[in-house]
């Protein structure tokens, strides 16, 4: 089974990219199951329910946020009508929408996925490792197969996560920081890991915000106005291949194409026949 899984969708650029890649690698790569996280997807803060359905049509199954999930408060009514639409599961009971699903494969075989969100510099939530370990417990008995975003700032907590996890769920990836690292690998005990799978959105940027205004405040300390950058977006992703039967990774591969990359593919893919 693969698993294709994109880093975080910003703004228009993003969303772009994605509609044009999206199902191109669906058919090239023979992909079975996608999930994007989209918590930036709406002009670089936030999520709209049009956008959100929207991504559901460029044949993503499920999507993942964090921080700022919350940034467009009309999701506040789109989250609890849509179970494809995740936040973090560590955020306090009774908060709107859910933490986990089980999606279906294209040939109906289950995967389960589980949204958290990390504590080290990041707004204090529950515990993310009980949470994500009580998450995955719950879903075992309906899928073998479950990948984790674990939505984080430090790369020790994001490593630390998929070590914890290790041999319990197929697939620990991290996003937030928008910069995808190159530590993939496949932990001891069959768990696929990367620290951060990076953004999929405008790369002339910094971490998708227009340069001047980022950059001003790094060098004089005063506010600024932070509007997403404009231009050709870049995706980042990442393609994991699981085993059904025993819900362990046996391949991750990192995904880091260009606008031009994109469009080659694209072009080169047959339309689906309808």
């Not at 969708?9 to 079975?32: T, V, Y």
């Not at 929408?97 to 204090?124: A, D």
């Not at 937030?176 to 940027?205: F, N, W, Y």
């Not at 060098?219 to 050709?232: D, H, I, R, S, W």
Request: hydrophobic share 45%.
């Amino acid at each position: 089974m693969n698993i294709l899984f994109i880093g975080d969708i910003f703004g228009k650029p993003g969303r772009e990219i994605a509609r044009r890649a999206i199902p191109a690698l669906i058919e090239q790569r023979d992909i079975d199951f996608v999930i994007a996280n989209v918590e930036n997807s709406a002009a670089g803060f936030g999520v709209t329910g049009d956008i959100a359905d929207t991504i559901l049509s460029y044949g993503v199954d499920v999507m993942t946020t964090g921080n700022h999930v919350w940034d467009k408060k009309e999701v506040l009514e789109y989250i609890p009508r849509e179970p494809r639409l995740l936040r973090p599961a560590n955020f306090p009971a009774g908060v709107p929408g859910r933490g986990s699903i089980v999606g279906r494969t294209r040939t109906g075989e289950p995967v389960g996925v589980v949204n958290v969100m990390g504590r080290v510099f990041m707004s204090p939530l529950d515990d993310p490792f009980a949470v994500a370990l009580r998450e995955a417990d719950a879903l075992r008995a309906k899928a073998r197969v479950i990948f984790v975003d674990f939505h984080a700032e430090a790369t020790s907590e994001k490593v630390a996560m998929g070590w914890h996890l290790d041999g319990r769920v197929t697939a620990v990836v991290g996003t937030h920081t928008h910069v995808q690292t190159a530590d993939e690998r496949i932990l001891p005990k069959g768990t696929a890991c990367l620290t951060d799978a990076g953004m999929t959105g405008p790369h002339d940027s910094i971490i998708g915000v227009q340069i001047e205004a980022a950059l001003t405040r790094f060098v004089n300390g005063m506010p600024a106005k932070f509007e997403a950058a404009t231009g050709p977006g870049r995706l980042n992703a990442v393609i994991v291949t699981a085993d059904p039967r025993t819900g362990l990774a046996t391949a991750i591969e990192r995904l880091n194409l260009s606008a031009a990359e994109v469009e080659a593919l694209a072009a080169a893919t047959p339309a689906p026949v309808r």
